[in-house]
Structures are given as structure tokens and as C-alpha cells.
């Protein structure tokens, strides 16, 4: 029997998906945080659940080093929350994230499957183009920086390495303007300022206050000392009055917003704070290329981005020819796609939709079906997506005979797709029974779920892991299945 305090010399023989070294001692599974496979360690055990042969401890001292052990270049490392992997060799992660999306996938995708090489991401530090930093106080003082490993405590950081230089100088003046102006950071729902966001896209840079109230004081002061720094940053309001820690509301005010000038893969866009944009800028590159070699889109070509954001993989491909269905619930994100296809000349090619895939994507195929069979749509049974979305969703299902290649894009967030959307993709096939699907995943439980739901009617044809968030346990990972 293992006791809580008790100090164990173990082997460690495995990762678990937590980036924690996984060793044995008899019938117990000991989890070591930064004990690497391969490694002599002596580590204390700190907790042992009721429930499981399992015990949770804290590495002591590393007794027989990985010759892939390196030195952490970030002073905060062991106490910071946001990397897991510092410690070890960068060509080593990426083998150990390989193995980890295949273990996951393995326990519930009962189908033979690949798993590719990760794809790197070049660099692998200060690749990040966004920051969501929360406030906090520590030892009286207004500190930002993140929360430590499962807490909600902060541990406050001047820099980080996730990102570039950029970031130093927009946090010293935020905490400059805050300490100036005396504004209380929020706690237990008292105070105002929640978070600091950052987005850093080609040079663009727009800062996000995330707070409880749009008043706050001498704001544009705190502007000028932004744009003392940075040219042309845009600034914003977001409010989030709720108790929860979704970081953003709903609701936003622009302070100053700087027309931006990006551009990505000739397709001229800006973002509103609240649309989604992913954070590595060379692995967005690589993997919507993949994405885009994929589906291989013609003029008969129709591709049903069920989660699109701004819409930028479908613009790409409207330009080589395909009819684009975009489907996102922010109405941001849907705001902007608008103005991208229009800014682009591509409007006639795509059909935005705001709402919810798991609502929108039965309608949808529901609508395809009553127009092939020249039925009236029925709205007794299915739930409406929204007077809004219905209109949009009729027009959109009337254009589907003019096509005979149909690819349905999935790019969900970490809690994947719902049954109803599985559920209308499969309907969509017994329309279109070469239908193939595209599902790009950042959370392999969530994909390995929704794969072993999607292989009952359809086959995996291969699965590539982007290293999109390097230094880190998490991935994405880029999944083909057709007929
Ligand atoms: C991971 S992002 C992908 C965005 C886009 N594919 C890209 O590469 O920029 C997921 C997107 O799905 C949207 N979303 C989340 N849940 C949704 C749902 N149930 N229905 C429709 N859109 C949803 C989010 O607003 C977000 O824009």
C-alpha cells in the first residue's frame, strides 16, 4: 500500500496525457509531473484517490537522466501553467505527441488507423500570436501572468517566451495604467478588470481589457500610451459580467479600432476581437494548405464549413472555383466573414451562416433532401436553427443539385461535434454517397469520440498531427475520411 508522504524510486516507463511521466508500483499507476520516459526518478507521493489504483507525486530528484532532458530556458516553467514540455528536446515532443494521439484514439476508434509524423512548427518558441493574460493580485500588488497548474492562483510573469518580445511593453503599460488609475481587478465578482488580450497578427496589434464595465477611467490616455509603443494598435472593451471563466462576453466597444491589413494566403481579411483565429501562424499556413490539397476544390466542388470562424479555408477554396456554406455561432465571426468574401470579390461563393452546427446542420441536410425528392420542408419535427438562419439555410439547400462533389468541414472546438451534427452528416451521405469529410480536431479525446462514430459509415483515410502549440501537451490534428 502506497501512503500519502511516502518516497518512492521508480521507473518511468510512459506519458500520460498530461505530459506527466506514468510509472508502476505494483498494482498503483504513480503519475510524476516532468519525469521523462526512460528516467531513474525519486519522487513523493501527494495524493492517492479512493477510488483507483492510481497515486498523483511530486518529482523529488532525477536519479538516472532522458538523454533527451534539457535545461528550461523560462524562469517560470515549473510554476506557470501554460507549457509541459520545456524539458525536453523538441524532436523528442513531437514523438511523444504522436504516440499520445495514438493511445487515444486507439481506445475508442475500433477501425485500423495512421497516425503521420507531427507536423514542427517553425519556430517552436515565440510563435504565438495570442495572449489571454488574467489579473490578479499578489502580495498586495496588481499582477498579470497565468494560472498555475490546476489553480486558480496566478503566477505573474514580465515575459513570455510563447510569444514574441511584443508583449513585455504592452504589459508594463497596462499595469502602469491600472496602478495610475486605481482601477480594482476583478475578484469573486467584485472589481473590474478580468483579463488582458492580445492578438498580434503580421504587426496588427489589438488589445482586448476584458472588464465588468465599459467605464473605465482615462482610457484613452491608456490608448496613447499603447500607440506610444506599437503604431496603429486598435483597442477595445469586451464585457463579461458572468461568474464563470469563459474569458470573453458577448458584448465589446471599440475605443479605437485600426483598419487592419491582413493577409492570409492571398486572401485579404480583418478580425473582430471575439472571431477565432488560430494562434501559430506558420502551422495555420501549413495546415490549411493540407486542408486545401485535401479537398482539391472545382467548380464542383461544395464545401459545408460547419465551425468557419471568419471563413478564411473556404474563401481560399471559393477562389479556386467551390461554393462555400459557412456556419459559425459567433455573429462576429459571421460579421466578418461578410466583409472577407465581399473584400475578396468571392461574395457570390458563399453562403454565411450564423448559428449553432447542431441546428443548422440537420436543417440543412433536411432541406438538401426535401429538395430532391420535391417535398415541403417539414419544421414540425427538427428544431428550428433560427427565423434568421432558416431563410439562409432554405437559399443555401436550393443550390446543392448544381453540385456533385460535397465535402463537409469540421474544425470544432475542444469539445468536438455534437450526435445531431454526425447525425446529419450521415443523412448527407445517403444523398451524396461519395461525401467525404474533413475534420480538423485540437483535443484527441474529443476526435477519437466522433471518429468512432464517423467510421461507422465512412473510412479514415489519414490522420496528421500539426504541432500547433508547441512546448505545450496540446496539438491539432488534421483528419481525411471518404468513402
Ligand atoms: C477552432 S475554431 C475554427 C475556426 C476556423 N475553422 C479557423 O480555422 O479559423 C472553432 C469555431 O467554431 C465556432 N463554434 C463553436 N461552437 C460552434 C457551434 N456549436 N456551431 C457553430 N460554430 C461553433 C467558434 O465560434 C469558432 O469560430
Request: proline letters at 4%; one cysteine or more.
Amino acid at each position: 500500500m502506497l501512503k500519502k508522504g511516502q518516497i518512492v524510486e521508480v521507473e518511468i516507463t510512459d506519458i500520460g496525457v498530461n505530459a506527466e511521466g506514468i510509472a508502476h508500483i505494483s498494482d498503483y499507476t504513480v503519475f510524476v509531473p516532468f519525469a521523462l520516459v526512460g528516467e531513474k526518478v525519486r519522487a513523493e507521493i501527494v495524493h492517492i484517490p479512493s477510488s483507483k489504483p492510481i497515486a498523483f507525486a511530486k518529482l523529488v530528484e532525477v536519479l538516472m537522466k532522458s538523454k533527451h532532458r534539457i535545461e528550461p530556458v523560462c524562469k517560470y516553467f515549473l510554476e506557470c501553467g501554460g507549457c509541459d514540455y520545456l524539458h525536453l528536446d523538441y524532436k523528442e515532443q513531437l514523438k511523444y505527441k504522436r504516440n499520445s494521439v495514438i493511445n487515444t484514439l486507439s481506445k475508442m476508434v475500433k477501425v485500423p488507423f495512421q497516425v503521420e509524423e507531427v507536423i514542427p512548427s517553425i519556430p517552436n518558441m515565440g510563435y504565438r500570436n495570442k495572449v489571454q493574460l488574467p489579473f490578479g493580485v499578489v502580495k498586495g500588488k496588481v499582477v498579470l501572468g497565468f494560472y498555475k497548474k490546476g489553480s486558480n492562483d496566478i503566477c505573474p510573469i514580465d515575459e513570455c517566451l510563447l510569444h514574441g518580445s511584443w508583449l513585455t511593453p504592452i504589459m508594463k503599460a497596462t499595469l502602469d495604467y491600472v496602478n495610475d488609475n486605481k482601477i480594482r481587478v476583478y475578484f469573486k465578482g467584485k472589481g473590474l478588470l478580468r483579463h488582458l488580450v492580445i492578438r498580434n497578427i503580421d504587426s496588427n496589434i489589438c488589445v482586448t481589457l476584458v472588464s465588468t464595465s465599459k467605464n473605465l477611467p482615462n482610457i484613452n490616455s491608456f490608448y496613447d500610451a499603447l500607440n506610444a509603443i506599437y503604431k496603429n494598435t486598435s483597442l477595445y472593451i469586451n464585457i463579461n459580467k458572468e461568474t464563470t471563466n469563459v474569458i470573453m462576453g458577448n458584448e465589446t466597444f471599440e475605443i479605437k479600432n485600426i483598419p487592419q491589413s491582413l493577409s492570409v494566403m492571398g486572401i485579404k481579411t480583418s478580425l473582430n476581437p471575439l472571431s477565432f483565429f488560430q494562434v501559430n501562424d506558420n502551422i495555420r499556413e501549413k495546415l490549411y494548405e493540407d486542408v486545401i490539397k485535401i479537398i482539391n476544390p472545382s467548380e464542383q466542388t461544395i464545401v459545408i464549413d460547419a465551425y468557419s470562424g471568419v471563413g478564411i479555408m473556404g474563401a481560399i477554396m471559393a477562389k479556386s472555383g467551390a461554393q462555400i456554406i459557412n456556419i459559425d455561432e459567433i455573429s462576429e465571426a459571421i460579421d466578418d466573414a461578410n466583409i472577407l468574401y465581399k473584400l475578396n470579390g468571392i461574395d457570390h461563393k458563399a453562403y454565411n451562416i450564423c448559428g449553432d452546427s447542431t441546428f443548422v446542420l440537420p436543417r440543412l441536410a433536411e432541406a438538401i433532401l426535401v429538395n430532391q425528392s420535391h417535398r415541403a420542408l417539414d419544421s414540425s419535427n427538427d428544431k428550428l436553427a433560427s427565423n434568421d438562419s432558416e431563410e439562409s439555410i432554405k437559399k443555401a439547400s436550393s443550390i446543392f443539385q448544381s453540385y456533385n462533389d460535397v465535402v463537409v468541414l469540421l474544425d470544432p472546438p475542444r469539445k468536438g461535434v455534437s450526435e445531431e451534427v454526425i447525425v446529419a452528416i450521415e443523412k448527407l451521405k445517403t444523398i451524396y454517397p461519395s461525401l467525404r469529410v474533413v475534420y480538423i480536431s485540437c483535443n484527441p479525446a474529443t476526435l477519437a469520440r466522433d471518429l468512432a462514430k464517423l467510421t461507422s459509415f465512412l473510412n479514415i483515410k489519414s490522420i496528421v498531427p500539426y504541432d500547433m502549440f508547441a512546448q505545450t501537451k496540446h496539438l491539432e490534428a488534421l483528419c481525411y475520411l471518404a468513402q
